[in-house]
């Protein structure tokens, strides 16, 4: 079955704060989907979904889907923040389907010494492509598997990471910009090492400056495509507007409606109601 075109906001508080001391235990906790796990005669499929949660569970936590299972998410994306113990994702928590040009600005932190924390996915095992995760990661004393876009991942192509991180504490092991705990692949990904210089990682991503991870050639020599359709007869998937990282072409920004006028000078916006006042 297909999921599509849904969307979803609000808070999601699905356990009790302390995961080891009394109370309810919250598993596969979703901004819009809990669990997206197919079977063998049916694989699932989520696409044009999108979330802005707060979520709070314990184990597999994402911004837009808890676990996933032969289940493909594609061009989604999460906003809001994410919180639990283990497999804590700003997008999906823990999975092994597909994830296709999707993003996250979702924050994301763990509870005590938890571990599998990242700001796509807590952990993967299926294939990530042409996605990109802009999270602010917040991790515990003594927190390990953590990366600015997966905590642990085995497929990754053509994605970048511009996570920022904050240590509340020391941290354990396995801690890196990209991937913390690297298993498969990683074929042309990016990520922003300025600010995060004291971070090692492994994966086998390419570590770019702020102003670097702004210029479009940086990814179109990788083979990313940010060619339009009159030139290679395909849709491009990446873009860059003005100075800044790279976005999704599918992804347009909800725009701010008025009471009338177009924003211009010779057509300026008409304010007439409180509501266009909170634009």
């Not at 599509?4 to 901004?31: E, K, R």
């Not at 700003?90 to 990242?118: D, K, M």
């Not at 600015?148 to 192509?157: K, P, Q, R």
């Not at 995060?196 to 770019?208: C, K, V």
Request: proline share 3%.
């Amino acid at each position: 079955g297909i999921t599509q075109n849904c969307s979803t906001s609000g808070t999601i508080h699905a356990q009790a704060i302390d995961p080891f001391f009394g109370g309810d235990v919250g598993f596969n906790v979703g901004g819009l989907i809990g669990s997206c796990n197919g079977d063998f005669w049916e694989s699932l499929a989520v696409f044009r979904c999108s979330s802005s949660v707060e979520v709070q569970g314990t184990y597999s936590v994402g911004g837009l889907v808890g676990s996933q299972a032969n289940c493909t998410l594609r061009e989604c994306f999460s906003t809001g923040s994410v919180e639990g113990y283990e497999y804590i994702g700003g997008l999906v928590g823990i999975g092994s389907g597909n994830i296709e040009r999707c993003f996250t600005t979702a924050a994301v932190g763990n509870y005590y010494a938890g571990s599998y924390l990242g700001g796509i996915t807590g952990s993967h095992s299926g294939t990530i492509s042409d996605s990109y995760a802009r999270s602010a990661i917040y991790m515990n004393s003594g927190s390990s598997n953590v990366g600015g876009f997966a905590g642990s991942c085995f497929g990754v192509s053509r994605c970048y990471s511009a996570s920022t991180f904050r240590l509340l504490n020391y941290v354990s092991e396995y801690v890196a910009t990209f991937i913390g705990y690297p298993q498969g692949s990683v074929e042309a990904c990016f990520f922003n090492y300025q600010g995060n210089e004291w971070m090692d990682d492994i994966s086998g991503a390419t570590g770019l400056t702020t102003s670097q991870m702004q210029i479009a050639d940086e990814f179109i020599n990788a083979g990313w495509d940010f060619d339009p359709e009159a030139i290679d007869g395909t849709p491009a998937i990446w873009k860059i507007d003005g100075v800044n990282y790279p976005t999704l072409v599918w992804y347009v920004p909800a725009q701010a409606t008025y009471s009338g006028g177009k924003g211009t000078l010779e057509d300026p916006y008409q304010i007439a109601t409180v509501n266009d006042l909170l634009h």
